[in-house]
């Protein structure tokens, strides 16, 4: 339930109310807009009456949230979210591109790439430390080599790095290590680790479950921000379908649905969505164009050798040729790239 109170309510009537639906078992999360001020409740709602609290004077209306995420709703939080971290933005009017391989495979492979990408105009560096492989005969990673590699590139290129955490096992390194903690498609369930996710300081990257809805993808980032954690990016990376020919179908109406649903940033993966590099450079386009806050590319230096998804891949030069269209579309768009 939502509680929308009417223009300049003293602070202590908003108190008194506040105090009410507490000692009636509901948590009350408060937002501030530039116009209006909200109640947003959580809990058990059921023992509180809306006659009673519509008849108060300082009350403009109420709503019923009848989805089951709250704090990640729109109605909970009427503005984008917007994420700063050192010098960069993500959400709002900016749209924020990171990119680099799936794989860190060498110092020299990443400081190379890092180079390259901010060049063309990157604000941010990918690259797998630990990688969630299907087969476990495949490269698995390179650990916590990776880990130092992708600090090093981030020293040269200030650009702030983001890596995959596999597990919970791991997060102290990465929250000191990492300055966005990806969470893949396979661990968008992992409840235990998104909940330990929920108590740190540091912004994740939540990518959609192989087969999840909006829904889940939703309900996985509520999981996170119930714990106190609310800088979240959400990343469409494709569903599975029963088309074969790309690697997963890139959902793009889930973009504009998510903005309206919800006021967390969301980004879109054109990489892992299709499998195929060539696909690559329209997606991203496309994911723009329907609103994306930003998007993630696997970008490689060299990828007919790269240790893990050369297929879905594409070549700094191609990366560069791509940031002009992209920065056509954004000015298109109204958006900061
Ligand atoms: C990745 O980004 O490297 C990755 C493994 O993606 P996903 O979790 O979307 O499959
Ligand atoms: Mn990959």
């Known amino acids: 339930m939502i509680i929308i109170m009417q223009p300049n309510v003293p602070e202590i009537e908003i108190k008194k109310i506040k105090d009410k639906l507490i000692k009636l078992g509901c948590e009350v999360n408060e937002y501030q807009s530039q116009n209006y001020r909200i109640l947003g409740l959580l809990g058990d709602t059921s023992k509180i009456d809306p006659g009673l609290i519509k008849s108060n004077r300082n009350v403009d209306k109420i709503i019923f949230v009848n ?11 009427p503005e984008d979210t917007i994420i700063k971290l050192l010098d960069k933005t993500i959400g709002g009017d900016h749209v924020a591109i990171i990119a680099g391989p799936c794989s860190v495979e060498s110092e020299e492979q990443i400081i190379d790439i890092a180079k390259q990408v901010k060049k063309s105009g990157a604000s941010f560096l990918r690259g797998g430390a630990f990688k969630p492989r ?40 990465f929250i000191e ?8 498609a396979r661990n968008m369930q ?12 540091k912004p994740i990257l939540l990518k959609r479950g192989l087969s999840a809805t909006i829904e889940e993808l939703l309900m996985a980032a509520e999981y996170i921000m119930a714990g ?29 649905i998510i903005k309206k649903k919800s006021h967390l940033p969301i980004i879109v993966d054109p990489s892992h969505a299709t499998g195929l590099w060539w696909l690559v450079e329209p997606l991203a386009k496309a994911a723009i164009a329907v609103g994306a806050d930003g998007i993630m590319i696997e ?22 040729t791509l940031m002009n269209s992209l920065r056509e579309i954004a000015r298109i768009e109204n958006k900061i790239l």
């Open 134 to 173: 299907t087969s476990p005969y495949s490269f698995q990673g390179m650990g916590n080599d990776a880990l130092n590699y992708l600090k090093s590139a981030r020293e040269i290129t200030g650009l702030p790095i983001v890596s995959e955490l596999l597990s919970i096992n791991m997060l102290d390194k």
């Open 299 to 320: 970008v490689h230096n060299d990828p007919s050798n790269a240790l893990c998804d050369g297929n879905q891949s594409i070549k700094t030069e191609r990366f560069d």
């Open 67 to 77: 989805e089951p995420y709250k704090k990640v709703n729109r109605l909970f939080h």
């Open 228 to 256: 106190g954690n609310e800088r979240i990016i959400l990343c469409e990376r494709g569903i599975r379908t029963f088309e074969t020919y790309t690697r997963n179908t890139l959902d793009l109406s889930a973009i504009p």
């Open 177 to 184: 290590d990492v300055d966005i903690i990806q969470i893949g």
């Open 190 to 201: 992992n409840y235990d680790l998104l909940k330990e996710l929920g108590r740190i300081d």
